[in-house]
């Protein structure tokens, strides 16, 4: 191991937080958005509760912030809040799939490509820039 593992599942917060732990989390590499990974994060919850949001979190290869990542080293931290079914503190009897509110970007999986793109892209509008005050003046 190069650094501390991740924690595979941790609950960082909502109201429902400490009232219910699903028991398994998936989460699926939806692609890119041009910077960053995007996930989709499902459990199986009671009606009574939701997720709020969903980070993944990978360990790098190399070092913490390598944007590399080691296979099989992503956790997921989310927040649990009440759906408002099935009332305050009472758990239902019925599961359903819950998904996350939209997709969340993780914190340390940017890809080799994501910096080059947003590399273009400064350069770009850099350009442009000069441009228009070369005309202007």
Known sequence: ???SPVPQMTCVGGGACHEFTPSRM?????GSDGF????ECKADLPAAYRFGE???LCEGYEYPEDPYV???SCGVEYTLQ????GGHRQHSGGYSNSYNNGYQQPR???TASSWMESLFSVVFFAFIFYIIAKACC
């Not at 998936?26 to 939806?30: L, M």
């Not at 960053?36 to 996930?39: E, G, L, N």
């Open 54 to 56: 969903t980070t993944v």
């Open 1 to 3: 191991r190069r650094s």
């Open 36 to 39: 960053d990974t995007q996930w």
């Open 70 to 72: 080691l296979r099989g």
């Open 82 to 85: 009440y759906t408002g079914n």
């Open 26 to 30: 998936q989460c699926h590499n939806r």
């Open 108 to 110: 340390r999986s940017r």
